[in-house]
């Protein structure tokens, strides 16, 4: 773990993007949950999903000129549409009129800006036949006995999930940061086999480091820094818009590589109507807080629907980089 989070302990800052087919109607990833919006009422987004000013290219260089290092995509949200060529559904870019692997395009735009890539993946898929239905508004059967009458193959799920994080594994050559969400607090890391994927993890990508979700979420810490570590535990704690008071520490006391991820406004992903965004002061501060406490900040962007970072972003950005020019040694 010391090896592995090297860099990453060193190259404090990265960009987050949240970007998908939720981007179409911009009101946010949840959307599908909280507008309680059925598969088939989805469905117009996945038709129309044609992001023809996508060009990662342009994102990595934006992340580089503000002192990135890192750059993190969705490649699959929680509403389970996947930016990638996924063999195990049909819910896909290269389905959409896009007709595109934009995973494959993002990874090697990122390298070729000599940044460090990671995938977020999703655990949670609204979509999947087989998956249980907890943990959001679209099923209010979470926390009713009805639900557990599901007829569903957990398993199949299971091999179908476990089988997309293969290919990215497998399919994008060498990937820097696994990104996993969430492990809901009534979910073990055991019911999502996290042993054997992060096996996978280990065996097609060693070098690669993980968060902590797959055994807890924004919310919770993890084993990493208990007594008991897990086979799953991940490389680095995954806190969400607050810096922790004192950094992160384990049982003795020794700090554990964390990661804030941080929005710009109050949404991951492209939301218009919400206009609150934080000053470049403010965040630039946030990321001195954070590295002065051995963590890391991920700050988030949520591209529009045809693939643009917006102007309020991307003055945000060119701010993070002339502060950091300001502040370079000579
Ligand atoms: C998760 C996602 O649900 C969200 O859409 C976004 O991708 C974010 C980065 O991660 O959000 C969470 C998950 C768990 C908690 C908070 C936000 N939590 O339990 O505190």
Same mark, same amino acid.
């Given at each position: 773990i010391i090896k592995r989070t090297e860099w990453?302990?060193?190259?404090? &800052?990265?960009?987050?993007i949240h970007w998908g087919v939720y981007s179409i109607p911009g009101k946010g990833e949840w959307i599908r949950s909280?507008? =309680?919006?059925?598969? #088939?009422?989805? $469905? #117009?987004?996945?038709?129309? &999903?044609?992001?023809?000013?996508?060009?990662?290219?342009q994102w990595a260089k934006m992340a580089k000129e503000a002192g990135m290092k890192y750059v993190v995509m969705t490649a699959k949200h929680h509403d389970g549409y996947c930016l990638f060529d996924s063999k195990y559904t049909d819910? +896909?870019?290269?389905?959409?009129?896009? %007709? +595109?692997?934009?995973?494959? #395009? &993002?990874? =090697?735009?990122?390298?070729? =800006? %000599?940044? $460090?890539?990671?995938?977020?993946?999703?655990?949670?898929?609204w979509y999947h036949n087989d998956y249980p239905k907890y943990g959001d508004m679209i099923h209010p059967m979470r926390n009713n006995e009805a639900y557990k009458?599901?007829?569903?193959? &957990?398993?199949?799920?299971?091999? @179908?999930?476990?089988g997309q994080i293969e290919e990215l594994l497998t399919q994008y050559g060498l990937l820097d940061i696994l990104w996993? @969400?969430?492990?809901?607090?009534?979910?073990?890391?055991?019911? *999502? $086999?996290?042993?054997?994927?992060? #096996?996978?993890?280990? +065996?097609?990508? /060693? $070098?690669?480091?993980? @968060?902590n979700r797959l055994e807890t979420s924004g919310s919770g810490q993890g084993s990493i820094v208990t007594d008991s570590i897990t086979d799953y535990s %991940?490389?680095?704690?995954? /806190?969400?818009?607050?810096? /922790?008071? =004192?950094g992160i520490r384990n049982h003795a006391g020794k700090f554990v590589p964390w990661e804030l991820c941080v929005t710009?406004?109050?949404? *991951?992903a492209y939301n218009p109507t919400d206009y609150l965004y934080k000053s470049p002061k403010t965040l630039i501060r946030k990321l001195v807080e954070c590295v002065s406490k051995n963590g890391n900040m991920l700050l988030n962007v949520g591209p529009d629907a045809l693939g643009v970072i917006n102007d309020e972003s991307q003055y945000i950005l060119r701010e993070f980089g002339q502060w950091m020019e300001d502040h370079k040694e000579s």
């Open positions: 990453f302990r060193h190259d404090r &800052f990265g960009m987050f909280h507008q =309680e919006i059925s598969v #088939e009422d989805y $469905q #117009e987004y996945v038709d129309t &999903f044609n992001p023809t000013k996508y060009d990662p290219k819910y +896909k870019s290269t389905n959409s009129p896009i %007709g +595109k692997d934009l995973v494959k #395009e &993002f990874v =090697e735009a990122v390298r070729a =800006e %000599g940044l $460090q890539v990671g995938l977020y993946f999703s655990l949670i898929d009458d599901e007829s569903i193959d &957990f398993d199949n799920y299971l091999s @179908d999930m476990h996993f @969400d969430y492990s809901y607090d009534d979910m073990t890391g055991e019911k *999502w $086999q996290a042993t054997k994927i992060m #096996e996978m993890v280990r +065996k097609h990508q /060693p $070098q690669a480091i993980t @968060d %991940g490389d680095f704690v995954s /806190p969400e818009q607050l810096v /922790p008071h =004192e710009m406004n109050n949404n *991951w």
